[in-house]
């Protein structure tokens, strides 16, 4: 099993296995679930992130997007901590390379808001 990679990213793009993405994803250990969006735009909740949830990831990268406007809400930290994934929240010009940096652990998920 290969783990993705994140190539670059600049704001509205996330290049992934060199190919583009211009809209939110999840990145999970085995695939990229692109087109990624929330129940409310700006605000993360357990529905949102239920295919982290159902892998069980060890980590989830939070790329809360340039301008850090993506919060999570309290009911999906809960939900993350009963199922012992722990969550890395930061603007996602730096949460792709901390994701970088985790991914040989293959226990790391990544959720990533593009834009603002």
Known sequence: MRIPIIDSYQF???VIDGQVHNKDVIIL???VISRWWRQEAHLLQSIDIDPVLQAKPSFL???QGAYGKLKI???AKKS?????IQIIAQPTVEAWKTY????ETGKIAAALHLTC
């Open 80 to 84: 993350l901590q009963a199922a012992n």
């Open 29 to 31: 250990s085995d695939q």
């Open 73 to 75: 809400s309290d009911e």
């Open 12 to 14: 509205g793009q996330v």
């Open 100 to 103: 970088n940096e985790m991914r």
């Open 61 to 63: 990268i939070v790329g």
